[in-house]
C-alpha cells in the first residue's frame, strides 16, 4: 500500500485570477498531474492548493479506476484547501481550522492583526485500504508558507525592517498551525499509537528540523537512525515518526526554492503504523532525483505552468 502526499500547485479551472489562463495550459497541467498520480498509483493520497473542487474532479476522471475524493471545507484567501484522493471509501472525522484553545491569537501583520485559527483547515478521515487491514486514520495539512507578501499585494519588501517583521508573522502562525496540527494528532492518536495506525501528513513548508516540523513528533527521542528508535518507551503511545530519513540521500528533497533544494513535504506515522514502512521516497517509485522547477517569490510567475512545483513524497506500507 503507497501513502501519498503532494502540494498540486494552484489547481484552479481556468479563467480565473489564480489559475491557468487558457483551457489549453489547463488540459497540459491535468494531463500532467494525472501521469504522476497513474504512476504513484497510491491507496491514499494527500492533496493540497486545490483551488476549485470541481478541477479535482476533473483530474480524478483522467485517471483509471474508482477514486473518492474528500475536501476540506475550509479554504484561504485565494480559495485553496486540503483534502484526498483514496481507492477505498472516506469518513470524514474532523475539518477544523481552529487553533488550540488556550493558544491566544497570534499577529499576522504591522496594524496588529491577529489570528485565532489556520489559514487553511485540516482534514482528518478514516478509511480502510485494505481488507482486514483495520482502519487508518489520516489528517492532511498545509501550513503558513515562508513565501511572504506584503501589504498592496507585493512579493518584495520595502526594507530589511518589513520583510523581518512579516517573516516573523508568518512563523508565528505556521507556529501556531503545527500546534493546532499537533492537537489533532492528539484526538487521532487517543494515546493508543502503539495500536493505531494514524498518520500526518502535507506541505508543511519548513524542513524536517525547523522547530515548527518538530513540534509535530510528540516527545523527543526514539527517532529513526537512532539507537532509541527500536527500544520501545512510553512515549511511543503518542509519538510521531517523520519518514524523511527513510528517504533516499538524493531523492531528499520536494521543492526547489532559489536553486535550493528542500524537503517541505512530510508524512508521520505512528508507532503501529512505522514499524510496517518498507519504503519510502520524494517523485515517483523508480524514477530517481525529482526533476523540478527553481521556484522564486513570486507564485504568480508559474500560474500556467504544467504539473507542479512539488515532488510528491511516499511511503509504502507492508501488511
Not at 496594524?111 to 485500504?129: C, D, H, M, N, Y
Not at 495539512?141 to 526594507?159: E, I, Q, T, V, W
Not at 518589513?162 to 517573516?167: F, I, K, P
Request: charged share 25%.
Amino acid at each position: 500500500m503507497l501513502l501519498g502526499t503532494w502540494n498540486l500547485e494552484n489547481l484552479y479551472r481556468p479563467g480565473g485570477e489564480f489559475g491557468p489562463k487558457d483551457k489549453a495550459a489547463y488540459e497540459t497541467k491535468l494531463a500532467a498531474l494525472a501521469a504522476t498520480v497513474t504512476a504513484l498509483d497510491p491507496a491514499l493520497l494527500g492533496v493540497q492548493e486545490v483551488g476549485d473542487p470541481e478541477a479535482l474532479r476533473d483530474l480524478t476522471g483522467m485517471l483509471t479506476g474508482d477514486w473518492h475524493v474528500a475536501l476540506s471545507e475550509h479554504a484561504d484567501g485565494r480559495g485553496i484547501r486540503v483534502g484526498f484522493l483514496s481507492r477505498t471509501a472516506l469518513r470524514v472525522l474532523h475539518d477544523t481550522s481552529a487553533f488550540p484553545q488556550k493558544l491566544i491569537p497570534v499577529q499576522t501583520d504591522d496594524r496588529g492583526g491577529a489570528v485565532s485559527e489556520s489559514g487553511r483547515g485540516f482534514l482528518a478521515v478514516e478509511t480502510e485500504p485494505q481488507t482486514g487491514s483495520g482502519a487508518l486514520r489520516v489528517a492532511v495539512a498545509h501550513l503558513k508558507s515562508k513565501l511572504l507578501s506584503y501589504p498592496g499585494n507585493r512579493f518584495n519588501p520595502r526594507d530589511e525592517g518589513e520583510r523581518a517583521r512579516y517573516g516573523a508573522y508568518a512563523l508565528y502562525r505556521r507556529a501556531a498551525e503545527a500546534t493546532a496540527l499537533r492537537a489533532l494528532a492528539d484526538v487521532l492518536l487517543a494515546g493508543d499509537g502503539r495500536a493505531r495506525d494514524v498518520a500526518l501528513l502535507g506541505d508543511l513548508n519548513d524542513e524536517v528540523q525547523a522547530a515548527t516540523t518538530q513540534i509535530l513528533l510528540g516527545p523527543p527521542g526514539s527517532e529513526i537512525g537512532t539507537p532509541g528508535f527500536k527500544v520501545k518507551d512510553n512515549g511511543d503511545a503518542v509519538r510521531l515518526w517523520n519518514v524523511a530519513p527513510l528517504i533516499p540521500a538524493e531523492q531528499r528533497f520536494s521543492r526547489v526554492n532559489s536553486g535550493r533544494r528542500e524537503l517541505i513535504d512530510h508524512i508521520l506515522c505512528s508507532h503501529r503504523l512505522i514499524q510496517r514502512v518498507t519504503a519510502a521516497g520524494a517523485g515517483v517509485p523508480g524514477a530517481g532525483a525529482p526533476q523540478l522547477p527553481s521556484v522564486g517569490a513570486d507564485p504568480q510567475e508559474r500560474r500556467s505552468e504544467a504539473g507542479s512545483d512539488h515532488a510528491p513524497v511516499w511511503v509504502r506500507i507492508g501488511g
